[in-house]
């Protein structure tokens, strides 16, 4: 059974870091097409980052470019998502999953797994 766990949300500070983790089970080899989600208060969840696994080519949304950076350690079968620079609107809850392909990351409703309990991100001062 294929299941993602996300990790190391928090409090910062605007301009502040932080890195998340997703542990990602039930793969029996490397990790697919992988990708981190978020959701606002109040709003749809959306795409933030995806990460190809043929290519290592990534995908990021426009309002976290050059500020986000995706990664991923098949051996540990984790996939990473270092936060630098954040801003308040960073706020929301993160969730990672497998996604078809880098295309589609923009759109939380075409995902090609399930999603987990995710971790909260809090940006404030």
């Known amino acids: 059974q294929v299941e993602f766990v996300e990790s190391g949300g928090g409090l910062a500070q605007p301009g502040g870091s932080l890195r998340l983790s997703c542990d990602a089970s039930?793969?029996?080899?490397?990790?697919?097409?992988m990708g981190w989600f978020r959701q606002a208060p109040g709003k749809e969840r959306e795409g933030v980052s995806c990460?190809?696994?043929?290519?290592?080519?990534?995908y990021y949304a426009d309002s976290v470019k050059g500020r986000f950076t995706i990664s991923r350690d098949n051996d540990k079968s984790t996939v990473y998502l270092q936060m630098n620079n954040l801003k308040p609107e960073d706020t929301g809850v993160y969730y990672c999953?497998?996604?078809?392909?880098?295309?589609?990351?923009?759109?939380?409703?075409?995902?090609?797994?399930?999603w987990g309990q995710g971790t909260q991100v809090t940006v404030s001062s």
């Open positions: 999953t497998s996604v078809y392909a880098n295309y589609y990351c923009s759109n939380a409703d075409e995902v090609l797994g399930s």
């Open positions: 039930g793969f029996s080899l490397d990790l697919p097409n």
């Open positions: 990460l190809d696994s043929r290519d290592g080519s990534t």
